[in-house]
Antibody
Framework: QVTLKESGPGILQPSQTLSLTCTFS??????????VGWIRQPSGKGLEWLAN???????YYNPSLKNRLTISKDTSNNQAFLKITNVDTADTATYYC?????????????WGQGVMVTVSS | DIQMTQSPSLLSASVGDRVTLSCKAS??????LNWYQQKLGEAPKLLIY???SLQTGIPSRFSGSGSGTDYTLTISSLQPEDVATYFC?????????FGAGTKLELK
């Protein structure tokens, strides 16, 4: 059974760095073709893909966030991480991690429940 | 970036209706198109991948079609539990992009 769960700080101030953790089970990020992506959704709005990391440590980022993103993984502990630097109120959203399967690309077939992040002074 | 345009943004239909949702890409995405269902307060759920492949566990009343830039999600007989917002996503090229969604409600 595949499960994912996000964790984060809940609230942080503008200019700080947001650190998110995705803890998963039921698959391994060392398995060929496996990947984890991060997607966010402001309240009442649409979905925005942020970044993907693959089993071979290949990484893809959304260029709209202008080098503020860093994705990484800890294969031994079944975790993936996302850091967003210099946050502002526009980064307030629910952040999801999701599994993806494929060679370089694939659908997000399992999602976490999401974690709400508020940026406020 | 590839822009994904969904229509309509809001759709009202009755139980038992055949419902069609549209998604148009700004360029050819070679069938690399997924559909997700998001119910209020929940995470998105994958319904259809690669245009017309039904995800495991999804009812067969859901189907997808399309090619090039134009794609469709069809619900053959709308059920009350299908009330949700539906998003399309292209994964032909990076960055992956989502449509703005179609909110489906019961008439």
């Amino acid at each position: 059974q595949v499960t994912l769960k996000e964790s984060g700080p809940g609230i942080l101030q503008p200019s700080q760095t947001l650190s998110l953790t995705c803890t998963f089970s039921g698959f391994s990020l060392s398995t060929y073709g496996m990947g984890v992506g991060w997607i966010r959704q402001p309240s009442g709005k649409g979905l925005e893909w942020l970044a993907n990391i693959w089993w071979d440590d290949d990484k893809y980022y959304n260029p709209s966030l202008k080098n503020r993103l860093t994705i990484s993984k800890d294969t031994s502990n079944n975790q993936a991480f996302l850091k967003i630097t210099n946050v502002d109120t526009a980064d307030t959203a629910t952040y999801y991690c999701a599994r993806t399967v494929g060679i370089i690309r694939g659908p997000f077939d399992y999602w976490g429940q999401g974690v709400m992040v508020t940026v406020s002074s | 970036d590839i822009q994904m345009t969904q229509s309509p943004s809001l759709l009202s239909a009755s139980v038992g209706d055949r419902v069609t949702l549209s998604c148009k890409a700004s360029q050819n995405i070679y069938k690399y198109l997924n559909w997700y269902q998001q119910k209020l307060g929940e995470a998105p759920k994958l319904l259809i991948y690669y245009t017309n492949s039904l995800q495991t566990g999804i009812p067969s009343r859901f189907s997808g079609s399309g090619s090039g830039t134009d794609y469709t999600l069809t619900i053959s007989s709308l059920q009350p539990e299908d009330v949700a917002t539906y998003f399309c996503q292209q994964y032909n090229s990076w960055p992956n992009t989502f449509g703005a969604g179609t909110k489906l409600e019961l008439k």
